[in-house]
């Protein structure tokens, strides 16, 4: 479930992209209550066709707690199509807690891809659209954004939200000791410029050693390209076992031990953090 169309107030055609939302749901997206009935209609109808996760690439990972009645009222504003950037950024910001909350009650994993600073060219945007490789890598601070989606959602041990990032420098600063301490968070895998020998290796060597192996979620692909698909496999497979197999050398893992993660690593923690 990918929302991001009817939750981002500077995505082309909202206001009309939440009137469609409507028009599917029979629910009454005019209202804030309407408007989060219908995600959940949404979310419930993705589920019925084997969906286990939802999807939400945010420009930030900046997250919001607002009262209900804040909520409504900021609602309301940006269904009237309101202008100001601090109140559509900080209504982004209340749509991952609700997506947040939501996934604690539904069972779908979440997922974050914040941290693109899309459509870098207005001009190319403008001639060709979105998607056309004009996206770029933003610095990102996940401690003091996701803290209010934390605040609200982090202890929650049978939540699941997978964190993916562009950002390496936030690797061992911010994302492996989150991780390491919240129940309802993962790291994703490297991703996106990432996604690459150098990057993965560079993954596993920043986040390992403060968020273990168990608090990541092996190895997965959202990639266009599917014929490439297994070979990004194939590359992530050999990254870890590497990876694995230097920690033998240096006698800090048994090889026993490190078959039981090459295992893990490619199949098993991919297959229990989105409950397949």
């Not at 408007?35 to 589920?47: I, M, N, T, V, W």
């Not at 050398?249 to 893990?264: N, S």
Request: with cysteine; aromatic share 10%.
């Amino acid at each position: 479930y990918r929302p991001d169309a009817v939750v981002d107030p500077d995505f082309e055609g909202f206001l009309g992209n939440l009137d469609r939302l409507g028009d599917i749901t029979g629910c009454d997206t005019g209202t804030w209550t309407g408007y989060l009935d219908a995600h959940r209609q949404r979310r419930a109808y993705f589920k019925q066709f084997g969906a286990t996760s939802s999807d939400h690439g945010h420009p930030t990972a900046e997250t919001a707690n607002l009262s209900d009645a804040a909520a409504e009222e900021l609602f309301n504003r940006i269904r009237r199509g309101s202008d100001d950037e601090r109140e559509r950024r900080l209504f982004r910001a209340q749509m991952l807690t609700e997506m947040a909350k939501m996934s604690r009650d539904d069972g779908l994993v979440m997922q974050i891809h914040p941290g693109s600073w899309r459509n870098h060219s207005p001009s190319v945007f403008q001639k060709f659209g979105r998607d056309k490789g004009f996206d770029i890598p933003t610095r990102a601070d996940y401690v003091t954004a996701l803290k209010p989606l934390l605040d609200c959602v982090g202890l929650e041990r049978d939540l699941t939200i997978i964190l993916f990032t562009l950002d390496e420098s936030s690797y061992a600063r911010e994302l492996a000791p989150l991780a390491g301490v919240y129940p309802a968070l993962k790291l994703g895998p490297a991703w996106w410029f990432h996604d690459s020998p150098e990057g993965m290796r560079r993954f596993r060597e920043m986040t390992t050693e403060t968020a273990g192996f168990y608090n990541t979620v092996g190895f997965n692909d959202d990639t266009r390209a599917f014929p490439s698909i297994p070979a990004r496999h194939d590359v992530a497979r050999r990254v870890d076992c590497a990876f694995l197999a230097r920690l033998v050398a240096e006698h800090r893992l048994r090889e026993d031990e490190a078959h039981e993660l090459a295992r893990d690593l490619a199949y098993t923690l991919a297959k229990k953090a989105y409950r397949l």
